[in-house]
């Protein structure tokens, strides 16, 4: 296992990033656990949804607010304020591979630990099973915007005073899993309310709904800690075997910066 502490990006960046890693994981490299943060704050949207159905594209481009699509599932995402993980492993790895519901429960778990060491007393939720979430499955019929993402919480997540401090999300194929989560350290994931493709006199209810559903570690870490202060906390967590990297330890081909979305079928990788 590599553990990767990254620099900051924009959200094009990041998603071209971790579609690279899976690349490079169906292709026979080690498994890669990935730390980063946003820079500039933007969106992600699941694999799944349609842009145009899920945000307010007009105010995005006004505010120059950018977003793309994760290459995994899940729902929209305003990523600030957080600290942001991706994990990257093939299916058949005796650690780090498995079931979906194996590959949630362990990182989930990593998480925690990593957390509760910085003293957020942080805890797995109990929560409905991850096995079966219509957003993983496929793309919605209804026509109007899902639930954000840290507006519920399921099993194999993680908690803090019963509401969702860590939302996480996965994509597996044939040979490989990703998996994605973001570790809220302020209220800046309320910003989605104000781009999601609801109507003007709807936000307010959004962003109250988004606040009571959704804890930050704020109050313990701060909204802008280090991230290299979590990285010491993973590797603490992970023990001996894990080679810390501060630069990209596979060849990642990246999309260039711009306002169009990126889509996670772009990328491919060579170890």
Known sequence: MILWLDDAHDVATHMARDAALLAAVENGHEPVLRLFRFDPPGITLGANQVPGRELDLAACARDGVAWAIRPTGGRAIFHADEWTYALASALDDPEWGGTRAAAYDRMSRIVAASLTRLGVPARMAPGVSRSRRPEDEGPRAEAHPAAPCFASTARHEVVLADRKLVGSAQRRTSRGLLQQ???LLGDGHLRLADYLGVPDDERERVRAELRASSATAGPWLG???PLERWSKAVHEVLG???RLARSAPVRVSLTAPESAPYTPSVS???S
């Open 240 to 242: 001996a075997g894990v």
């Open 181 to 183: 989560g973001s570790v």
């Open 223 to 225: 909204a802008d800690a």
């Open 268 to 270: 491919q990788v060579q």
